[in-house]
């Protein structure tokens, strides 16, 4: 049923998004004044990304990841002094305008929004990454980072892996937590998103201008491919999990992300791995990456697929009922997967 209504909240994306819009502004018609045309433009964008992040939500059955969607948009409009009264508005148009454009079928999604309102109600928070024995370091390295200071993030990194830090836990304790830390600061208005974009280009540059150095001739283990479904632009995680992988023995066919899913079966027709890795950031991506799913499980039935990154956290269920092996909330946890298949071959 949720399937049905994901679909067909995507048909009706355009339409949604309109009536939303011309709904808040009937309730806010000081707006038209104090924001003029682009103040309506960026309304009808939030109402698309809202209503995307619903549909990820629906087609993962679970009103628990559009909580979570809810939770993380309130800290970031809080951190910038917008309240959470404005969120829940937007959210309680939105199931008036799908009651009005789907009708009954619309119903379903009312679990969801009143989740999505319930958390807009609670204080807005910002997510925290626990400190641990490393935390020097990652100041250290995002001190650099922040600050465009591309030799000394390299020389930070350097010194980790002079100390003693395996090359698998710098990605992982590192570049991966690094970046999780920037996301933090940006959501609480700490950082701006061109920080957090050269942070980001700076982490890539010395992961690969370190790689080289790790790099040694190990046993082959096996091939992988790995891919991020058409739509999902972040790309870094992806390759980190990709870069661990050959650092262990692994041939890894890295194909980026954003990749239609009809490219992505062509080039494992082509390749013939032993195990495909499928990436998504972003709750939104979750319906596409469960449409790739099927397709391959339909085209290549023997070949595991395991599944990575945060659209994840709140969907593992239907991810499993999908048919793939596990799904992975980190790094470590995708290691893990991938080398429970290379010892299932070996069995």
Same mark, same amino acid.
């Given at each position: 049923?949720?399937?049905?209504?994901?679909?067909?909240?995507?048909?009706?994306?355009?339409?949604?998004?309109?009536?939303?819009?011309?709904?808040?502004?009937?309730?806010?018609?000081?707006?038209?004044?104090?924001?003029?045309?682009?103040?309506?433009?960026?309304?009808?964008?939030?109402?698309?990304?809202?209503?995307?992040?619903?549909?990820?939500?629906?087609?993962?059955?679970?009103?628990?990841?559009?909580?979570?969607?809810?939770?993380?948009?309130?800290?970031?409009?809080?951190?910038?002094?917008?309240?959470?009264?404005?969120?829940?508005?937007?959210?309680?148009?939105?199931?008036?305008?799908?009651?009005? *454009? $789907?009708?009954?079928?619309?119903?379903? @999604?009312?679990?969801?929004? %009143?989740?999505?309102?319930? /958390?807009?109600? +609670? !204080? &807005?928070?910002?997510?925290?990454?626990?400190?641990?024995?490393?935390?020097?370091?990652?100041?250290?390295?995002?001190?650099? *980072? $922040?600050?465009?200071?591309?030799?000394? @993030?390299?020389?930070?990194? %350097?010194?980790?892996?002079? /100390?003693?830090? +395996? !090359? &698998?836990?710098?990605?992982?304790?590192?570049?991966?937590?690094?970046?999780?830390?920037?996301?933090?600061?940006?959501?609480?208005?700490?950082?701006?998103?061109?920080?957090?974009?050269?942070?980001?280009?700076?982490?890539?540059?010395? /992961?690969?201008?370190?790689?080289?150095?790790?790099?040694?001739?190990?046993?082959?283990?096996?091939?992988?491919?790995?891919?991020?479904?058409?739509?999902?632009?972040?790309?870094?995680?992806?390759?980190?999990?990709?870069?661990?992988?050959?650092?262990?023995?692994?041939?890894?066919?890295?194909?980026?992300?954003?990749?239609?899913?009809?490219?992505?079966?062509?080039?494992?027709?082509?390749?013939?791995?032993?195990?495909?890795?499928?990436?998504?950031?972003?709750?939104?991506?979750?319906?596409?990456?469960?449409?790739?799913?099927?397709?391959?499980?339909?085209?290549?039935?023997?070949?595991?697929?395991?599944?990575?990154?945060?659209?994840?956290?709140?969907?593992?269920?239907?991810?499993?009922?999908?048919?793939?092996?596990?799904?992975?909330?980190?790094?470590?946890?995708?290691?893990?997967?991938?080398?429970?298949?290379?010892?299932?071959?070996?069995?």
């Amino acid at each position: 049923m949720t399937e049905a209504l994901a679909l067909a909240i995507d048909l009706q994306t355009e339409r949604l998004a309109l009536g939303i819009t011309e709904a808040f502004y009937a309730r806010h018609p000081e707006w038209e004044q104090r924001f003029g045309p682009k103040g309506r433009l960026r309304c009808v964008e939030d109402a698309r990304f809202h209503l995307r992040f619903l549909r990820g939500a629906l087609r993962a059955g679970s009103p628990s990841a559009f909580e979570s969607y809810a939770r993380w948009t309130n800290g970031v409009l809080g951190a910038r002094g917008v309240g959470g009264v404005h969120l829940a508005l937007y959210f309680e148009l939105m199931q008036a305008e799908l009651d009005k *454009v $789907l009708g009954a079928d619309a119903k379903g @999604a009312a679990p969801f929004i %009143a989740a999505g309102i319930a /958390a807009c109600q +609670a !204080p &807005a928070t910002a997510d925290v990454t626990l400190p641990d024995a490393h935390e020097p370091t990652r100041e250290q390295y995002l001190e650099a *980072v $922040l600050s465009g200071r591309r030799a000394d @993030a390299l020389a930070v990194a %350097a010194r980790a892996f002079d /100390a003693g830090w +395996a !090359p &698998a836990e710098l990605y992982s304790g590192l570049f991966t937590r690094s970046q999780y830390r920037l996301g933090e600061l940006w959501q609480a208005n700490r950082i701006s998103v061109a920080q957090e974009h050269m942070a980001s280009a700076i982490t890539q540059w010395v /992961a690969a201008s370190l790689y080289p150095r790790w790099r040694k001739a190990r046993q082959p283990i096996g091939k992988a491919l790995l891919f991020g479904v058409e739509g999902e632009l972040h790309q870094l995680g992806l390759q980190f999990m990709a870069d661990v992988l050959e650092l262990e023995g692994w041939s890894v066919i890295f194909l980026g992300t954003n990749l239609p899913t009809t490219a992505a079966l062509g080039a494992i027709d082509e390749h013939r791995p032993d195990v495909i890795g499928v990436a998504a950031t972003m709750l939104f991506s979750l319906p596409a990456t469960l449409d790739a799913v099927g397709e391959l499980g339909a085209r290549f039935p023997d070949l595991p697929v395991v599944l990575g990154g945060r659209a994840f956290a709140d969907a593992a269920e239907a991810c499993r009922e999908a048919g793939v092996v596990g799904v992975a909330d980190s790094l470590e946890a995708g290691r893990t997967l991938v080398a429970g298949v290379a010892a299932t071959r070996a069995g």
